[in-house]
């Protein structure tokens, strides 16, 4: 269905943006590390339900194991 191709889309790409703000973080300007860190687990709690899923759903999985790591490498930059 092209709106969970779309939704999955997007949501590599809120997680890609993240990019910026660890470019900030190293660069000296530190960000607050808790809404990434909250992302990061909630990414983490989509990637266990989509890999524990009768079938694996595998666009949740996609789309939201950047997350997991863009999250921590943001939250982690930020100190």
Same mark, same amino acid.
């Given at each position: 269905? #092209?709106?969970?191709? /779309?939704? @999955?889309?997007?949501? !590599? #790409?809120?997680? !890609?943006?993240?990019?910026?703000?660890?470019? @900030? %973080? #190293?660069?000296?300007?530190?960000? %607050?590390? !808790?809404?990434?860190? !909250?992302?990061?687990? %909630?990414?983490?709690? $989509? /990637?266990?339900?989509? $890999? %524990?899923?009768?079938?694996?759903?595998w666009p949740i999985i996609v789309a939201n194991a950047p997350g997991i /790591?863009?999250?921590?490498?943001?939250?982690?930059?930020?100190?």
């Amino acid at each position: 269905m #092209l709106l969970g191709r /779309v939704a @999955s889309a997007i949501s !590599v #790409l809120m997680y !890609v943006s993240y990019i910026a703000q660890i470019a @900030s %973080n #190293l660069s000296g300007q530190k960000g %607050n590390p !808790v809404q990434p860190l !909250v992302a990061a687990i %909630n990414a983490s709690l $989509w /990637v266990a339900y989509g $890999w %524990n899923a009768p079938k694996r759903d595998w666009p949740i999985i996609v789309a939201n194991a950047p997350g997991i /790591v863009l999250g921590l490498a943001t939250a982690i930059t930020c100190f």
